[in-house]
T-cell receptor, first 113, second 114 residues
Framework: EDQVTQSPEALRLQEGESSSLNCSYT??????LFWYRQDPGKGPEFLFT???AGEEKEKERLKATLTKKESFLHITAPKPEDSATYLC??????????????FGRGTQLTVWP | KAGVTQTPRYLIKTRGQQVTLSCSPI?????VSWYQQTPGQGLQFLFE???????NKGNFPGRFSGRQFSNSRSEMNVSTLELGDSALYLC?????????????FGPGTRLTVT
């Protein structure tokens, strides 16, 4: 069964304190892994797509990496505006799952000044 | 380019009633997926439409249905509402080129069932 697990569930960081969020996945074959950011009461905002192990992508203070079993979202010198829930999702490599993403439960990040 | 829009943004309904939610995808996107988000279950896939055809369906009862129009706009309908249907309903659109589906989400419709 396709499964996505994110850890930790919640993370509190002081401004400037770097850390990483983890997303581990179990799928029969991976077509793509996605990271989203979600603010309270809003829809998820697309951040990154990763296609294959070893791939890395960066955007401002965020860097996403991918291995065969997990992905990490590294946050360097976070600011309070980075506070949000970060969601990881996978797209399995099966025709029967086209258009369907499997989401983890997310990591709620709070960055305090 | 305008993003995904959803209407209405908020709804309050009574048990037993039915509701229709609307989604307009990003211009040029042909795939529309619907998700239900609750604190207890997270984001759960409802169904996906592509070129007016439902291609994929999640594990929800038949009370949940949807459709897509020729302009790619989509609607979902929930009949005989239950208290447990209270959730944020999210629509996502995708270009659906090749086999990779980067999905872009709308702001959601917050449904409250009393």
């Amino acid at each position: 069964e396709d499964q996505v697990t994110q850890s930790p569930e919640a993370l509190r960081l002081q401004e400037g304190e770097s850390s990483s969020l983890n997303c581990s996945y179990t799928v029969s074959g991976l077509r793509g892994l996605f990271w989203y950011r979600q603010d309270p009461g809003k829809g998820p905002e697309f951040l990154f797509t990763l296609y294959s192990a070893g791939e890395e992508k960066e955007k401002e203070r965020l860097k996403a990496t991918l291995t065969k079993k997990e992905s990490f979202l590294h946050i360097t010198a976070p600011k309070p505006e980075d506070s949000a829930t970060y969601l990881c999702a996978v797209q399995p490599d099966r025709g029967s799952t086209l258009g369907r993403l499997y989401f983890g439960r997310g990591t709620q990040l709070t960055v305090w000044p | 380019k305008a993003g995904v829009t959803q209407t209405p943004r908020y709804l309050i309904k009574t048990r037993g009633q039915q509701v229709t939610l609307s989604c307009s995808p990003i211009s040029g996107h042909r795939s529309v997926s619907w998700y239900q988000q609750t604190p207890g279950q997270g984001l759960q896939f409802l169904f996906e439409y592509f070129s007016e055809t439902q291609r994929n369906k999640g594990n929800f009862p038949g009370r949940f249905s949807g459709r897509q129009f020729s302009n790619s706009r989509s609607e979902m309908n929930v009949s005989t509402l239950e208290l447990g249907d209270s959730a944020l309903y999210l629509c996502a659109s995708s270009l659906a080129e090749g086999q990779l589906y980067e999905q872009y989400f709308g702001p959601g419709t917050r449904l409250t069932v009393t």
